[in-house]
C-alpha cells in the first residue's frame, strides 16, 4: 500500500520494534512514550521519524495510530485521558491497541472512537521480544470487518499472522485463551523437568528427544535449555503474566468459564514474585520446584 503516516504510543519492548518497522517500510513514523528519552532514542536511529510529548500530537495528521502500552488505565490515558491521541485524531483515522487488557476496556474505546468518527481495534500481540523484533508477531484482532480490512496491510509489517476474530473485545478474549494455554504449558514443562532431574535422567537429551514426538511446542523449543541452567532473563515476565491471568480470571468469573490451572498457576507465579522474580521470565515456575 502506499506510504501512511502514523504514529506509534508506547517503545517498549515490544513497541520499539514494531515502530522500527513500520519505519523500514517507508511510513512516516510519529512516536510518543512517556519515557522522553526512548522516543529521542527512536528518533535518532529513525532518521525521518518524530517524537511529541504528548499522546494528542503524536496522533494529530496520522491516518493510524497504533499503542502498546501496561494496562487498561494506560490505554484509558493515551486514547481518552487529557492529552490523550483520540482528541488528536481526523475523522475517518483508524487507532489500533496492542496492549493486552480487557476486553471491557476495548468495547468502551471503540464506543468512544465511533462517537468520534473514528475506528478502533483491539489486537493484541503473541511472539514475545523476539517475534517483535523479527517481525513475526501474532496479532489478534476484534472490532469492523471494514476497519480491519484498511488496518491489516500496515499491521502486515511486523506481524507473521493477523485475523479478525470478530467483533469489539474479540481480540482481547483470544489474548486470554492464549495466556491460559500458555500458563499451563508452562507448569507442565517445569514439572516434567523437576521430574527427569529427580530420576536422574539428562534432561536436555530428554527434550531432545521428546520435541520429536507429541509433546512438542515452542516452549519445549525455546525454553528448556534456560530452564534447566535456571536463566529467567529472557522472555516475559511473570509480573506480567499475573497481570495477563488477573484478566482472564476476571472475564472467566464473568462469562461462568471455569479455570482451576490458570487460578492455580497464578498462584504458583505469587511464590516466584515472593522469591524475588518479579521480573523473571514466565519459565521460572520450575525455579519454585526446585528451591
Given at each position: 500500500?502506499?506510504?501512511?503516516?502514523?504514529?506509534?504510543?508506547?517503545?517498549?519492548?515490544?513497541?520499539?520494534?514494531?515502530a522500527g518497522h513500520l519505519h523500514r517500510a517507508g511510513h512516516k513514523v510519529q512516536v510518543y512514550n512517556r519515557t522522553a528519552a526512548k522516543a529521542k532514542e527512536f528518533v535518532a536511529a529513525h532518521p525521518g521519524a518524530q517524537w511529541f510529548s504528548t499522546p494528542h500530537e503524536a496522533a494529530v495528521g496520522a491516518q493510524f495510530i497504533f499503542s502498546c502500552v501496561g494496562n487498561d488505565d494506560d490505554l484509558r490515558a493515551v486514547t481518552i485521558?487529557?492529552?490523550?491521541?483520540?482528541?488528536?485524531?481526523?475523522?475517518?483515522?483508524?487507532?489500533?491497541?496492542?496492549?493486552?487488557?480487557?476486553?471491557?476496556?476495548?468495547?468502551?474505546?471503540?464506543?468512544?472512537?465511533?462517537?468520534?468518527?473514528?475506528?478502533?481495534?483491539?489486537?493484541?500481540?503473541?511472539?514475545?521480544?523476539?517475534?517483535?523484533?523479527?517481525?513475526?508477531?501474532?496479532?489478534?484482532?476484534?472490532?469492523?470487518?471494514?476497519?480491519?480490512?484498511?488496518?491489516?496491510?500496515?499491521?502486515?509489517?511486523?506481524?507473521?499472522?493477523?485475523?479478525?476474530?470478530?467483533?469489539?473485545?474479540?481480540?482481547?478474549?483470544?489474548?486470554?485463551?492464549?495466556?491460559?494455554?500458555?500458563?499451563?504449558?508452562?507448569?507442565?514443562?517445569?514439572?516434567?523437568?523437576?521430574?527427569?532431574?529427580?530420576?536422574?535422567?539428562?534432561?536436555?537429551?530428554?527434550?531432545?528427544?521428546?520435541?520429536?514426538?507429541?509433546?512438542?511446542?515452542?516452549?519445549?523449543?525455546?525454553?528448556?535449555?534456560?530452564?534447566?541452567?535456571?536463566?529467567?532473563?529472557?522472555?516475559?515476565?511473570?509480573?506480567?503474566?499475573?497481570?495477563?491471568?488477573?484478566?482472564?480470571?476476571?472475564?472467566?468469573?464473568?462469562?461462568?468459564?471455569?479455570?482451576?490451572?490458570?487460578?492455580?498457576?497464578?498462584?504458583?507465579?505469587?511464590?516466584?514474585?515472593?522469591?524475588?522474580?518479579?521480573?523473571?521470565?514466565?519459565?521460572?515456575?520450575?525455579?519454585?520446584?526446585?528451591?
Open positions: 500500500m502506499e506510504p501512511a503516516t502514523v504514529a506509534f504510543i508506547g517503545l517498549g519492548v515490544m513497541g520499539y520494534p514494531m485521558g487529557e492529552a490523550g491521541a483520540f482528541a488528536g485524531m481526523s475523522a475517518g483515522a483508524i487507532f489500533v491497541d496492542h496492549t493486552t487488557a480487557s476486553a471491557q476496556v476495548a468495547r468502551a474505546l471503540h464506543a468512544a472512537a465511533a462517537k468520534r468518527g473514528l475506528g478502533f481495534i483491539d489486537a493484541p500481540i503473541s511472539g514475545g521480544q523476539a517475534g517483535a523484533e523479527k517481525g513475526v508477531l501474532t496479532v489478534m484482532c476484534g472490532g469492523d470487518p471494514a476497519i480491519f480490512a484498511k488496518a491489516e496491510p500496515i499491521i502486515a509489517c511486523y506481524a507473521r499472522a493477523c485475523r479478525l476474530m470478530g467483533p469489539p473485545g474479540a481480540g482481547q478474549l483470544t489474548k486470554m485463551v492464549n495466556q491460559i494455554a500458555i500458563a499451563g504449558l508452562i507448569q507442565s514443562l517445569a514439572e516434567a523437568l523437576h521430574f527427569a532431574g529427580a530420576a536422574g535422567l539428562d534432561a536436555e537429551n530428554v527434550i531432545d528427544l521428546l520435541k520429536n514426538g507429541a509433546a512438542q511446542s515452542w516452549q519445549m523449543e525455546n525454553r528448556t535449555k534456560t530452564m534447566v541452567a535456571g536463566e529467567f532473563d529472557f522472555g516475559f515476565a511473570v509480573e506480567w503474566m499475573r497481570k495477563d491471568l488477573a484478566i482472564c480470571l476476571a472475564e472467566a468469573r464473568r462469562n461462568g468459564a471455569r479455570l482451576p490451572v490458570a487460578a492455580l498457576v497464578d498462584q504458583f507465579y505469587a511464590e516466584v514474585e515472593k522469591m524475588g522474580g518479579r521480573r523473571w521470565d514466565t519459565s521460572s515456575l520450575i525455579a519454585r520446584l526446585e528451591r
